[in-house]
C-alpha cells in the first residue's frame, strides 16, 4: 500500500518574482472511526471491541486528566500530547494579554516518524474540474464504489476544485438524491443515497 498525492502550486503573495513554488498533499482515502479501530484491534488481539473501545474512552479520559493537571503526556511508541495555548490581546486592558488552551499539540514519537518514512508514495496528477454537471455526478459516484464516502476536502483533491466548489457540489448532489449527508459542523461526510 502506499500514500497517494497531488503537487499544487503555492500562490505567491502579493505577485513576488521568483522560482514556482510547489507543495504536496496527502490525498485522504477515508477515515478510521472509533467502530473500525476497535474492530482491527480486537481482530488483532484477545480482547473484544466493547472492551477496545473502554480502554480508548479511558485513554482519552487519562490525556484530559493529565493535561487539566499541568502535565504532558508521553507513549513510547505513539508520541507527545501537550497543551496548545493561544493569546489575544485584551480589549479592556492591552498591558494584559488573554491566554487560554486552543487545543492538544501532539508530536510524533521518533519511532514511528521513522515507520511513516518507509511508506511508498504514489504520485497523482491533478485533474481539471469538469464543467458538465452529468459527468461530473458520473464521476462522483464511480469515485464513491472505489472510497464508500466523500469529505469537502477529499472531493476538492478528486475532482480539482477549491473547498467551497466542492461544498457546493456535494450540497446539490444531496439535494438531487444521489448522496446523504452524514455526521455534523466539520465531520461531515458523504455517502451514495442508496447505501445509507
Known amino acids: 500500500m502506499a500514500i497517494k498525492f497531488k503537487v499544487y502550486s503555492t500562490p505567491k503573495p502579493n505577485g513576488r518574482a521568483g ?18 479501530v476497535c474492530r482491527l ?4 488481539s ?7 473501545k473502554s480502554v480508548l474512552d479511558s485513554f482519552a479520559w487519562v490525556i484530559e486528566l493529565a493535561l487539566e493537571d499541568g502535565c504532558h503526556v508521553e507513549l513510547d511508541d505513539l508520541g507527545y500530547f ?3 495555548l493561544k ?7 492591552e498591558n494584559r ?11 510524533c514519537s521518533t519511532s514511528l516518524r521513522e515507520k511513516l518514512r518507509a511508506i511508498d508514495l504514489e504520485y497523482v496528477k491533478v485533474k481539471k474540474k469538469s464543467e458538465d454537471w452529468e459527468t461530473r455526478r458520473n464521476e462522483l459516484v464511480k469515485y464513491m464504489e472505489d472510497w464508500e464516502s466523500v469529505t469537502p476536502r477529499t472531493y476538492a483533491e478528486a ?3 477549491s473547498r467551497y466548489r466542492a461544498t457546493l457540489d456535494l450540497q446539490r448532489f444531496v439535494e438531487e438524491g444521489v ?9 461531515v461526510m458523504y455517502l451514495l443515497a442508496n447505501n445509507e
Do not use: Q
Open 97 to 107: 494579554n488573554m491566554v487560554y488552551v486552543d487545543g492538544i499539540n501532539y508530536r
Open 41 to 44: 484491534i480486537s481482530e488483532r
Open 82 to 84: 501537550s497543551p496548545s
Open 19 to 36: 522560482a514556482k513554488l510547489t507543495h504536496a498533499r496527502a490525498i485522504s482515502r477515508g477515515t478510521y472511526n472509533l467502530e473500525k
Open 87 to 93: 493569546t489575544v490581546l485584551n480589549k479592556k486592558n
Open 159 to 161: 475532482f480539482g476544485c
Open 46 to 52: 484477545a480482547v473484544s471491541s466493547a472492551e477496545v
Open 179 to 187: 448522496l446523504a449527508k452524514v455526521g455534523y459542523r466539520n465531520k
